[in-house]
């Protein structure tokens, strides 16, 4: 479990299938851009989802709590994002948490440059360790 977002800190979760949402949001062409100008890295279209145990949720909560990176959308129609660097392995990305009243509680959306599933041959139920890089500015 996460003690605290000091230097790196990591946490551990399940590979999972999402509901295809992520897929849908990283294609916007505003979040595209803004990943881009702000994270660094052309976006790939979709999500690694993993779900965080019961052991973890604490890490979970301390983790949403971080300031990020935040993503505008250009109208009211879309909502904001917060994106928080991270790295698993070699692959280096961010937890993307969208502002929105009934997002998932237990679960970790990771967006990355590269299909992060099958870089790093996983399928789902495989344990992941994600590395959380503390400061928005500091460089993985």
Not at 59 to 75: N, Y
Not at 83 to 96: D, F, L, Q, T
Request: charged share 25%; aromatic share 8%; with cysteine.
């Amino acid at each position: 479990m996460i003690q605290q977002f000091v230097g790196m800190s990591q946490i551990k979760g399940i590979v999972i299938t999402g509901r295809g949402e992520g897929a849908f949001f990283t294609g916007l062409d505003w979040v595209k851009e803004q990943c881009r100008e702000k994270l660094g890295f052309e976006l790939y279209p979709g999500t690694l989802n993993l779900r965080v145990s019961r052991e973890d949720m604490l890490a979970m909560q301390t983790l949403a709590r971080q300031e990020g990176i935040i993503l505008l959308p250009p109208s009211d129609d879309f909502c904001q994002a917060r994106c928080i660097k991270v790295a698993i392995g070699s692959i280096k990305g961010a937890v993307i948490l969208p502002h929105v009243v009934d997002y998932y509680q237990d679960t970790l959306e990771i967006i990355a440059a590269e299909r992060v599933k099958d870089k790093l041959n996983l399928k789902d139920g495989d344990e992941v360790i994600v590395t959380v890089k503390a400061g928005i500015d500091k460089p993985w």
